[in-house]
């Protein structure tokens, strides 16, 4: 079944249907991940966006249930270049078709990628839709136009988990405030001994208190920061109260709670490739990223440090404050997919937990 992707300036790629059939509008986005297809595709940070995966030939080693990030898929919708649609022999799980058709998600095929990505890095990353049914060109150009903006959408509360739950460890009790949190960064947490209390993002301060974390997480999710404003008040009151480490969306949560500010970025960093220079220790680390959002070098409190810098393009991928034990990053080190060359970041929140003697709440 013939497909076509439409994006908001007009321009227009042919393909063919994969997934379900139908029509589905986003913000479309590019990945150059060359691996993890399955985990960017589970990611709830991709929530309202239209998913590109630059690597030209998708699903060769099929689907398996343990490399899920999320219980379910948060995308628009799936471009690829190629889909193989058989698995190596012997394998049980599951081929990308099965995948994207269980989990409801219209993808479409055949299509440059190449050229997509080079258009939505030379314009930015814009609306767009993917459409299998009998709709004009001009109609599917006016429908991206009257898309909501990603700088408007509330995505955050579609992802976040309603209820709180446990993974039942040891010391220390670390809380995670649920943004749309990947399930690599609750194991890793988990793996150095932590019992994990996962929190809604909607948390009010004293329910975060009520579980006696020792630490807190601010984990990553999608959207624009500002959209979740009451979280930010709830993190500014949590500052003096125990040790906060922020990761992607937590990270720019963090930096606007301690007094930054934070930009959409032309078409953001996607994918496992992202050089990261950690000026502390003055090493250079290749980095697992999915953000469209940034914390701003300009107007940081005197009292917050940049610690870390993407090396293509200057902007900020770390900071902490000099005097309390509160830290974020822009990157994911635990990888999922990506390399984990900066996991021990994860190591080094344990070590501030230590120091302050498991965290107060007082």
Same mark, same amino acid.
């Given at each position: 079944?013939?497909?076509? %992707?439409?994006?908001?300036?007009?321009?227009?790629?042919? *393909?063919?249907?994969?997934? &379900?059939?139908?029509?589905?509008?986003?913000?479309?986005?590019?990945?150059?991940?060359?691996?993890?297809?399955?985990?960017?595709? $589970?990611?709830?940070?991709?929530? *309202?966006?239209?998913? $590109?995966?630059?690597?030209?030939?998708?699903?060769?080693?099929?689907?398996?249930?343990?490399?899920?990030?999320?219980?379910?898929?948060?995308? =628009?919708?799936?471009?690829?270049?190629?889909?193989?649609?058989?698995?190596? @022999?012997?394998? =049980?799980?599951?081929?990308?078709?099965?995948?994207?058709?269980?989990?409801?998600?219209?993808?479409?095929? !055949?299509?440059?990628?190449?050229?997509?990505?080079?258009?939505?890095?030379?314009?930015?990353?814009?609306?767009? &839709?993917?459409?299998?049914?009998?709709?004009?060109?001009?109609? %599917?150009?006016?429908?991206?136009?009257?898309?909501?903006?990603?700088?408007?959408? @509330?995505?955050?509360?579609? #992802?976040?988990? $309603?209820? /709180?739950?446990?993974?039942?460890? !040891?010391?220390?009790?670390?809380?995670?405030?649920?943004?749309?949190?990947?399930?690599?960064?609750?194991?890793?947490?988990?793996?150095?001994?932590?019992?994990?209390?996962?929190?809604?993002? +909607?948390?009010?301060?004293?329910?975060? =208190?009520?579980?006696?974390?020792?630490?807190? #997480?601010?984990?990553?999710?999608?959207?624009?920061?500002?959209?979740?404003?009451?979280?930010?008040?709830? #993190?500014?009151?949590?500052?003096?109260?125990?040790?906060?480490?922020?990761?992607? %969306?937590?990270?720019?949560?963090?930096?606007?709670?301690?007094?930054?500010?934070?930009?959409?970025?032309?078409?953001?960093?996607?994918? !496992?490739?992202?050089?990261?220079?950690?000026?502390?220790?003055?090493?250079?680390?290749?980095?697992?990223? +999915?953000?469209?959002?940034?914390?701003?070098?300009?107007?940081?409190?005197?009292?917050?440090?940049? $610690?870390?810098?993407?090396? +293509?393009?200057?902007?900020?991928?770390?900071? /902490?404050?000099?005097?309390?034990?509160?830290?974020? &990053?822009?990157?994911?080190?635990? *990888?999922?997919?990506?390399?984990?060359?900066?996991?021990?970041?994860?190591?080094?929140?344990? +070590?501030? &937990?230590?120091?302050?003697?498991?965290?107060?709440?007082?």
């Amino acid at each position: 079944m013939k497909a076509v %992707l439409v994006l908001e300036d007009g321009t227009v790629f042919d *393909g063919i249907s994969c997934g &379900i059939a139908g029509e589905v509008g986003g913000e479309v986005v590019f990945s150059t991940a060359m691996t993890g297809y399955q985990e960017i595709i $589970t990611d709830s940070s991709f929530a *309202g966006q239209i998913i $590109t995966l630059t690597y030209p030939l998708i699903g060769n080693y099929g689907i398996a249930s343990c490399y899920q990030e999320s219980a379910r898929t948060a995308a =628009k919708g799936i471009i690829v270049k190629e889909e193989t649609t058989t698995c190596q @022999k012997g394998f =049980k799980g599951k081929t990308v078709q099965q995948f994207l058709e269980e989990n409801r998600l219209v993808g479409i095929k !055949g299509v440059d990628t190449r050229t997509l990505t080079k258009h939505l890095r030379t314009h930015g990353s814009m609306r767009g &839709i993917i459409s299998s049914e009998e709709t004009s060109v001009e109609e %599917l150009v006016q429908k991206a136009n009257e898309l909501p903006l990603i700088t408007e959408q @509330k995505l955050v509360e579609e #992802v976040s988990t $309603t209820k /709180k739950y446990t993974i039942p460890g !040891g010391w220390p009790t670390v809380a995670v405030l649920d943004f749309g949190v990947k399930s690599n960064i609750i194991r890793s947490l988990n793996k150095l001994g932590c019992t994990v209390v996962v929190l809604p993002a +909607n948390s009010t301060l004293d329910e975060i =208190k009520s579980v006696e974390p020792d630490g807190l #997480v601010l984990s990553n999710g999608p959207g624009n920061p500002s959209m979740i404003s009451d979280v930010i008040d709830t #993190v500014k009151d949590l500052l003096e109260s125990m040790p906060i480490m922020g990761i992607c %969306l937590g990270h720019q949560v963090l930096g606007a709670a301690l007094g930054g500010s934070t930009y959409k970025m032309k078409f953001g960093h996607r994918g !496992g490739n992202q050089p990261v220079k950690d000026l502390e220790k003055d090493r250079v680390f290749i980095t697992s990223q +999915n953000h469209g959002f940034c914390v701003s070098k300009e107007g940081l409190p005197s009292d917050v440090v940049i $610690t870390h810098l993407n090396l +293509n393009d200057g902007s900020v991928e770390g900071i /902490k404050h000099k005097h309390l034990p509160v830290f974020s &990053i822009q990157f994911h080190p635990e *990888g999922a997919p990506g390399p984990k060359d900066t996991a021990y970041l994860f190591k080094e929140f344990m +070590n501030m &937990i230590s120091l302050q003697g498991g965290g107060s709440c007082a």
